[in-house]
């Protein structure tokens, strides 16, 4: 029973480590775009792939702080 305890705290350490960083950078991007996306996008919501596709159609419209984003990302 132990040991089946440890592992699991080990699994949930590792996966605590691996997406806080994926995590902090989806809530700035999701911060820098919420605007652009309830402005442009809001018949997509809630689903994010769709947002995240309408968003880069409005690219050349999107606020500076959210094509940052984009561009911090590598999209």
Same mark, same amino acid.
């Given at each position: 029973? #132990?040991?089946?305890?440890? &592992? $699991?705290?080990? $699994?949930?350490?590792?996966?605590?480590?691996?997406?806080?960083?994926?995590? #902090?950078?989806?809530?700035? =991007?999701?911060?820098?775009? *919420?605007?652009?996306? +309830?402005? $442009? /996008?809001?018949?997509? *919501?809630?689903?994010? &792939?769709?947002?995240?596709? /309408?968003?880069?159609? +409005?690219?050349? #419209?999107? #606020?500076?702080? /959210?094509?940052? =984003? $984009?561009?911090?990302?590598?999209?």
């Amino acid at each position: 029973m #132990s040991k089946l305890i440890l &592992i $699991f705290a080990a $699994f949930i350490g590792f996966a605590a480590l691996a997406p806080a960083d994926a995590r #902090s950078g989806r809530d700035m =991007q999701r911060a820098a775009c *919420e605007r652009d996306a +309830h402005k $442009f /996008c809001a018949a997509e *919501e809630p689903d994010a &792939i769709a947002v995240e596709r /309408c968003l880069r159609a +409005h690219m050349k #419209s999107l #606020s500076s702080a /959210c094509k940052k =984003q $984009f561009k911090a990302r590598g999209r």
